[in-house]
């Protein structure tokens, strides 16, 4: 830490700051980054700044220094979590143990309901934050091809052409990544009805009723219905 940081940890002149020394609390590498999560999701990028977050902490600025090199260090933690989080889960369901290719289906389709596997928020947020980085749309695209061949070998594992493959799970992964981009405010009984049509377009096949059963008894009780 430079001595600038270390002169600035014992200086109580911003107001409602708390200062390192008087608090003893500096907070935790989770604790500002999940604030600068909160911040992105809020208020996207330009709201992800150490002094904003200081102050929504109530912690001194260079509190932060303890935990992050600077800004830019913050920013590559949140990208991380969300591979880890969005790409990782993902990809996870796509290699989930299922009989049928329905039942894959429907073990993905448990990441747009569950927001512990995939944060839709946290996607539309790095979304956007692209648009503003180049860095990051390489990360967004490498991303979208990794989730894709995940779909495309679950497909293929279950007997369809690698081509035919391609396409439907082209067709599902843009279908989703349309609904998060256009924020679309689809309520979950309304979306809970048209699982088994959607099932059925994207495989050529319908679902069981027992896999159905399953897959709704997953999530009735996540949603109070």
Known sequence: MSND??????????????????????GSADVWLQAAY????????DAVRIQT???????????F???????????????????????GNFVAQTDAYAETIAEAILNVFDCWLD??????????????????????????AQADAQRLTALQQMFIRFGYQ????????????????????MKSAEDVTTRLQRISGYVEIFTGRAPEPRELERFYARHTDRHGL
């Open 5 to 26: 940081q270390a002169t600035d940890q014992t200086n109580n002149g911003d107001a409602g700051v708390v200062s390192v020394t008087d608090s003893g609390w500096r």
């Open 38 to 45: 909160e911040a992105l999701i809020e208020s996207g990028l």
């Open 162 to 181: 690698a081509d035919e493959a391609d396409v439907r799970a082209r067709t599902i992964y843009l279908t989703q990544i349309g609904y998060i981009s």
């Open 65 to 87: 220094y303890w935990f992050f090199k600077n800004r830019q260090q913050l920013l590559d933690a949140l990208l991380t979590q969300w591979r880890n989080k969005n790409t």
């Open 115 to 140: 927001g512990d596997l995939f944060d839709s928020h946290y996607e539309f947020a790095v979304r956007s934050w692209a648009l503003q980085s180049a860095e990051v749309t390489a990360q967004v």
């Open 53 to 63: 977050l200081a102050k929504k902490l109530s912690l001194s600025r260079t509190s």
